[in-house]
């Protein structure tokens, strides 16, 4: 089977274009990958999501693993057939999420173990079983077991953690093996430090991965501080491998991301906030609860070509979202995953064109211009 | 414009095989109508709910008009353009509703004051008022207004209730007026009362309306008692114009009432089902909950052409289901919209062909011969 591999066609400034070629599909970058935790994006049909423009969507192991459970999902024929999309898929390790979501979690260096979010059966994750597992439900792109401490933290704290997601990050990559087809990351740590990410960075590297990701970030440091970070963080990473920023973002966020030089992202956001009536326009966030779109015959946004903008009005979606209706998250998860594709598209046209300066001052002269309510 | 006429292209015993044309397209009959309550068939999107082959969508008068109103849909270019569903659209009166689902109603001579159940606001609603409502939507279909007892009542209530609805018909036939385009259906009372079905379909006749349907049934008097008045009642009103039962029902109730000189019906069982995890098929019914599906790789239906049989297993439903997701909604009332739709195509070629009796014999046996659940 070919190897998973990543090409850089254009650099403008930092911002790169590329292309991870994969057995299952092509990845456009700089990517956004749509979260299907418990194996669906929710309130999507799999096709739709593809039609918003989606190469790849990220799995959480930890939801995976609970329910149905991995070994099911094996003997089922993997998570592509489970869930029927046939285009590649990530996997997150299940450390950040046993950390976000279970009870009773001890932490030791053989691994994690934890009580279920669901029915508080206990269980463990290792840097072994993490790979097994993403293993079983056949991802295609895999992510090192790794653990970091919510900020802000002291330095020591940051720095024994960071040097533990290390020695896992060798764990992971012994316990990976060499699987043709698939591909496993390295994920950086050290906080807001500079220092600890470079010896991060330098552990990974003399590792070796296929793509490595920025991670301990979107952690509630606040933009600035994540923007610092990305300052220097994404130039201690292999050049000709695509970096992953994991968990982001807000527009704003991705926009200044892939700026910074990162390829791949993904975030709940845009389908959680489809679920609670926030709809990300290219004039910003529009609440569609609120009375004054009650009367409004216009779409969401005039120039958007998915299904909520063609063919319903603002004052359709808000009677809809009143009214708890599921189409009312079918519709705005639509819009809100096309738009943060088309967000995606417009800045890979702009890198290519070498305008990818030009695109951003834009992005922003559209956000300060428009009458839509803030997030 | 044309106006809305019937023509009976087969018959078959009583079963009748036939088309309603409309402006909107035409409306093959028997139709099954999918119930879209608040200007949507939950968790569809309308192209979807056309896919599974419906002509024709079912509003309700009293949500409609409680919220987001008639007078606001009629501002925003009437129904079929806020819920973007081009073909024909039939409403109900709102008179069933406000006696199921309002609180602290008072019914007169004039009509009904109601208190909401979504704000506890006073309305009323009488036959002219009712028609002004359903002109405000863009009814293809109107209903006249009409009111029901709850089942059993005695001969008396029955009596008064029936002939109050028949003065209300005369009211409804007046307000409508002449609208080419649009038809009116009178509606046949009388509990299960042989003679005043008569009563009541000799004063709809003499009234004259566009087609009839058979109501108060389904409300609770079971289908041996059902199937008793469909024995008689259809066969009371006009040969040459569409007949209706109201709110039925189970597959076995539709090929009855079929089997019965029925044309048209409505039910929200196939979308309300598809959400408690209830699937149709042709062997019955199957409840995706239980764990026996838990690992099985099969296809809720093998023979079945719809998205949730054609792309996934019952393991993967199983699992949806239990994870709340939404995807579990919308793929299985797909399904079952889907089934009920080719059980109406079946029962049409059936007709065509001269065979229905057959089909009918193949379609008990069937179910007789299934591993399924029953409902």
Redesign the interface.
């Known amino acids: 089977m070919t190897r998973i591999s990543f090409e850089k066609l254009a650099q403008d400034g930092k911002a790169r274009l590329g292309v991870i070629k994969t057995p299952r599909g092509d990845i456009r970058t700089p990517a956004f990958m749509p979260v299907g935790t418990?194996?669906?994006v929710?309130?999507?049909?799999p096709q739709s999501v593809r039609e918003t423009g989606a190469d790849i969507l990220l799995g959480n192991t930890y939801h995976l693993m609970l329910?149905?459970t991995a070994e099911?999902i094996d003997?089922?024929?993997g998570l592509h057939k489970?869930?029927?999309w046939d285009r590649p898929i990530l996997t997150d390790s299940g450390g950040f999420q046993v950390m976000s979501l279970s009870g009773l979690r001890k932490l030791t260096e053989r691994g994690v173990t934890f009580k279920s979010h669901i029915d508080g059966s206990k269980h463990e994750i290792t840097p072994e079983r993490s790979m097994e597992i993403q293993k079983l439900l056949g991802s295609d792109i895999v992510m090192c077991f790794d653990e970091c401490p919510a900020l802000p933290a002291d330095r020591d704290r940051i720095a024994s953690s960071m040097r533990m997601s290390m020695r896992w990050a060798e764990r992971s990559r012994e316990a990976f093996g060499d699987r043709p087809g698939h591909a496993l990351f390295g994920i950086q740590q050290g906080g807001l430090e500079q220092d600890f990410r470079e010896e991060s960075a330098e552990a990974l590297k003399d590792i070796g991965f296929d793509g490595y990701a920025v991670g301990g970030l979107a952690v509630g440091e606040g933009q600035d501080a994540m923007f610092d970070v990305l300052d220097f963080a994404p130039d201690m990473l292999p050049e000709d491998k695509p970096r992953y920023l994991m968990g982001v973002g807000k527009p704003d966020d991705i926009v200044g991301a892939v700026a910074r030089g990162i390829d791949m992202m993904d975030c709940v956001l845009p389908s959680r906030s489809g679920r609670t009536g926030q709809v990300f326009t290219r004039h910003g966030v529009l609440n569609i609860k609120n009375a004054r779109h009650?009367?409004d015959?216009r779409p969401l946004d005039e120039n958007c070509g998915c299904?909520a903008c063609r063919?319903?009005?603002r004052?359709?979606l808000h009677?809809?979202f009143?009214?708890q209706?599921?189409?009312s998250?079918?519709l705005l998860t639509w819009h809100n995953l096309h738009y943060f594709q088309d967000l995606m598209s417009g800045m890979r046209d702009a890198i290519a064109q070498g305008s990818f300066a030009a695109w951003q001052a834009d992005f922003h002269a559209a956000r300060a211009g428009g009458d839509l309510e803030p997030l």
Chains 1, 2 share one sequence.
């Open positions: 418990a194996a669906t929710k309130a999507m049909l329910r149905p099911r003997r089922l024929g489970f869930m029927n009650m009367d015959p299904p063919n319903y009005s004052a359709y009677h809809v009143r009214s209706e599921i189409i998250s079918m």
